[in-house]
């Protein structure tokens, strides 16, 4: 006379409620990762035309209430991607995150060396050893000249240039031009 418990459970053949849920939330977080991207990256991500402009109308609204409902746009177009073109977009999304992160850690190795280069006389003399090809007398003038400016508190030209030999030696050494797409005027918000 027992029942068995699985006996009354039904089989769903599709996802519940809070999976659906979910997965849009995911839709609607990704999309808004897009809009927050600037958008001539935004242009190159492989994606739907549709798409592209609901996302790129969305970085023009103010309004926050515009705005909002347009995220909700967003995450609608977003919803009719089929999952080749998620991934397509989300690994897009990824590299550019990978990137960046890379190319921050240079970009502040690079401003270490040449704050070492301003203190420690032994900096410059490791420096060419390393690349005997420097310009001795240039890079002795910029290093008094940045300190000069830096004591004077004038606007840091000198200090901006070692930084670009800095970048040229690091980019030579890699062998590529990957250095040259880090953003030369990230290293002025630091002063």
Known sequence: M?????????????????????????????????????????????MPEDVRDAILECQQIKDHEGRRRQMQYVGKKMRTLDEDEIAAIQKTLDSWKGLSKSDTAAMHALERR???????????????????????????????????????????????????????????????????ELDEDAEEDDE
């Open 114 to 180: 040449r704050e070492k280069l301003l203190t420690d006389p032994e900096a410059l003399t490791a420096l060419l050893e390393e690349n005997p090809e420097l310009d001795v007398q240039h890079l002795r003038t910029l290093i008094r000249n940045a300190r000069k400016e830096q004591a004077e508190n004038k606007p840091p030209k000198a200090y901006r240039e070692i930084f670009q030999i800095l970048k040229q030696i690091a980019a030579a050494r890699k062998g590529g031009s990957d250095e040259d």
């Open 2 to 46: 027992g029942f068995q418990s699985n006996e009354f459970e039904q089989e769903y053949e599709r996802p519940s409620k809070s999976q659906l849920k979910r997965e849009m939330t995911a839709l609607q977080k990704l999309g808004q990762e897009l809009v927050e991207q600037p958008r001539d990256r935004v242009k190159r991500v492989p």
